[in-house]
């Protein structure tokens, strides 16, 4: 096991639209590419984009069928929030919120093609 990747597995309606989404958007770069799966990396996070017809997509046997959303994220941290705000809406990037402000920072969720959750966030001055 390689401990400087972290990997997170996101269901995905569309894989092709996936890739383009986490490439074009926000700088990942595509590694295995098919069909029904694919993966794109960033830094030392590995997103494995598992569409309908890919083995992560089986139905469990009770028959609950994976399927993309829900709230789980990954986090990616910025120097510049509202640049970055500006830049995804520039490109006709969908936000699920307006910007949260707390103690730690400040954050925006965007959607991916298939709603998974993407967390921009700015760490507060120290």
Avoid: C, K
Wanted: glycine content about 12%; charged content about 20%; proline content about 9%.
């Amino acid at each position: 096991m390689n401990d400087d990747t972290v990997n997170v597995r996101y269901m995905v309606n569309d894989v092709a639209a996936a890739v383009d989404f986490y490439t074009t958007h926000f700088g990942f770069q595509t590694g295995i590419r098919s069909p029904a799966f694919a993966d794109v990396t960033l830094g030392n996070l590995r997103l494995l984009l598992s569409g309908p017809d890919s083995s992560a997509g089986r139905p469990m046997p009770d028959g609950a069928q994976p399927e993309p959303g829900g709230w789980n994220r990954i986090h990616l941290i910025t120097a510049d929030l509202d640049g970055e705000i500006t830049r995804l809406e520039g490109e006709g990037v969908p936000f699920r919120n307006d910007v949260v402000s707390g103690p730690g920072g400040r954050q925006i969720l965007v959607a991916d093609p298939s709603g998974n959750l993407i967390e921009l966030f700015q760490p507060a001055a120290p």
